[in-house]
């Protein structure tokens, strides 16, 4: 039997056979810490008391979750994190820098590399084809500690997306649709691997969008095959040679088989208080909207940006309108591109990249009785900072279309 | 390894937001502080109605979300040595495994709360003193048990110096 992209990458870090279901310890290329499980991490590893680090070639340290920090104990936190990072020569990523997985997929994740991070959003990297899965701060601490880790090699579910999307439709709405139909957790301590005519026209942003949420249908990983578009991607960032195609063998074991016809598809959106809480956006239509959130790790991309603006733009908003780019590098092209100017004339509050108003930390808390629409990846209750409040979930284009009117929108009605 | 103590249950989906809400995120490094809201947004006052000993019982996904540690540390920090669940979101299974949290998957339909609990780890059997009933469970793994016997990964990485499972 052929193997699948999981099989193969995690076969190529290991000496041990690989097949589901067993536990193997595997060598990794990558590993990553946030300024919320960094400094847990970072006592953790000096509990090992490790006289020498054999860390993975690349280890990155984000402040990316309270940045800049709104509190005293946050900038301890910080201080804390610069400190080790200067100590152990491991990257730091400061404050405005960006969104730790967008940062990770702009400059360090390549294809067939196991990456491990300390923020269960870590799955975010499978767009390039690795295996990139989230993980506790004890379990990076032993992985940058001694080099490797150890997994329960994960059966796969092959999700086939056919079909053209629709204008107005978008890689967010797929995701969507998968968890909807799947549940919250649907590929629980499984792997999602993803194929099929619509992957080949899906750019790397809008693969990126998909990985980032394979973690809230309960998956380890979110993977995709790495091929042209890839390449593309790692071009632009002067890391072609860091590219290698991957994709399942045509014989490859599955657990399951997923089919999505993405060319019926239309737009999705969550309702609170969970990610699998799945309809049509029409279903919603007219439900009032206090605050949009436009942005984060799952939607903060330029291609995120550039069509909220172009739904946006000369127009105002009727909302609290909060944009979150996941980057300096996506904020300095979407300043170039006029987007940022069509944005803030619309009404917009521009807050610097970094995490906080999705995880209810700073910037865009909601008050009691409040809702939002946000192109995050979570409404939980309580995520943004208030019990009392309500969350929805959509693409880019439903929150921009929905900003207009101050009310769940569908946004074909702008196409 | 045997175990009593009585049910604190709660629904489906229980996620590391509800256990630990991110607006005490200021308070990741001051862990006692940030255990005095333990699963505040689920139920208020929680951390005042438990005693050490007492276990959590839950439905299906417990401890979905966000893979912040902190969750499993400040159950533990509580006195609450075992969560039992239908099922478990991985980052969080692993983390308590890690902690040297018992997670422990089994049905949990017919638990109420306030039920005293027993819990055989090693023989997989759960048995309710209130009704008398007993269910069995898969005891996890060997290697699971392995981590969990040594004290947690940092215990375990410090007794082998290496991964050894």
Partial sequence: MGKTITEKIISDHTQAKVKAGSFVVVSVDSALLQDGTGPLCVRKLSELDLQVLQSPKKCAIFLDHASPSPKMELSNDHKLLRDFARDKGFYLSNIGEGICHQRMAESFIAPGEIVVGADSHTCTGGALGAFATGMGSTDIAVAIGLGYTWLKVPPVIKVELKGRLSVGVYSKDIILHLIGKIGADGAGYKCLEFSGETISCLSMEDRLCISNMAVEAGAKAGIMPSDDITLEFLKKQGRENEWKGLSADINAGYESEIEIDCSSLIPQIASPHSVDNISEVKEKEGTKIDQILIGTCTNGRLSDLRVAAEILKGKKAKTRLLILPASAFVYLEAIKEGIIEALLSAGAVILPPGCGPCVGIHQGILGDGEICLSTANRNFKGRMGNPNAEIYLSSPATAAASALTGTITDPRRFF | ?165
Avoid: W
């Fill in chain 2, 1 to 165: 390894m045997k175990l009593s103590g009585f049910a604190h249950k709660f629904g489906d989906n229980i996620s590391t937001d509800l256990i630990i809400s991110g607006r005490y995120f200021h308070l990741r490094s001051n862990l006692p502080e940030l255990a005095k809201h333990l699963m505040e947004d689920a139920c208020p006052d929680f951390i005042n109605r438990i005693k050490p000993g007492d276990f959590i019982i839950a439905g299906k996904n417990f401890g979905c979300g966000s893979s912040r540690e902190h969750a499993p540390t400040i159950i533990k920090m509580a006195g609450i040595p075992v969560v039992i669940a239908k099922s478990f979101a991985r980052i969080f299974y692993r983390n308590s495994i890690n902690l040297g949290l018992l997670p422990i998957e089994v049905d949990t339909d017919e638990l109420q709360e306030g039920n005293n609990l027993e819990i055989d780890l090693l023989n997989g059997r759960l048995k309710n003193n209130e009704s008398g009933k007993e269910i069995k469970f898969l005891p996890p793994s060997p290697e699971m048990l392995k981590i969990l016997s040594d004290g947690g990964l940092i215990a375990h990485i410090k007794k082998y110096r290496r991964i050894e499972i």
